[in-house]
């Protein structure tokens, strides 16, 4: 090794010289936009597509947990300011978790209508 060679100069990572094991085919055009390219991979079930449907269900569980909390702190400022402390804590608590069972079914039924008619007109 010289003096002016370096560990950096003569240590190079093998990745910079191989290929990438695979190659999206939307991501050699360059008149597309980034936005279109995902949505399209999004839409016909390519890579990512999982990670989408992971975070709509991580939304609707948010959803459910969030309607019972926000009941239940409701609850219980209603039962510190009515002095009956344990019986506007439950009827929030449970109002809480009935409508948002209630929310979360129904947009599990719209998912699922939306994924009907997405594999329908996916096989046209």
Do not use: C
């Not at 980034?34 to 569980?61: C, V």
């Not at 009941?71 to 809480?96: A, E, I, K, N, Q």
């Amino acid at each position: 090794m010289g003096q002016n060679e370096s560990r950096r100069d003569r240590v190079t990572p093998p990745m910079l010289h191989q290929k990438a094991p695979f190659q999206l085919p939307l991501l050699r055009r360059s008149t597309t936009k980034m936005g279109d390219i995902l949505t399209r991979q999004l839409y016909k079930g390519g890579p990512g597509r999982e990670l989408g449907e992971g975070y709509k269900f991580l939304g609707l569980g948010l959803q459910f947990a969030g309607g019972i909390v926000f009941f239940s702190v409701g609850g219980v400022f209603l039962d510190r300011w009515s002095g009956l402390m344990p019986l506007f804590t439950l009827v929030g608590t449970l109002t809480g978790a009935t409508l948002s069972f209630i929310n979360v079914y129904i947009k599990l039924q719209a998912f699922s209508e939306a994924d009907k008619r997405r594999k329908e007109e996916h096989k046209k």
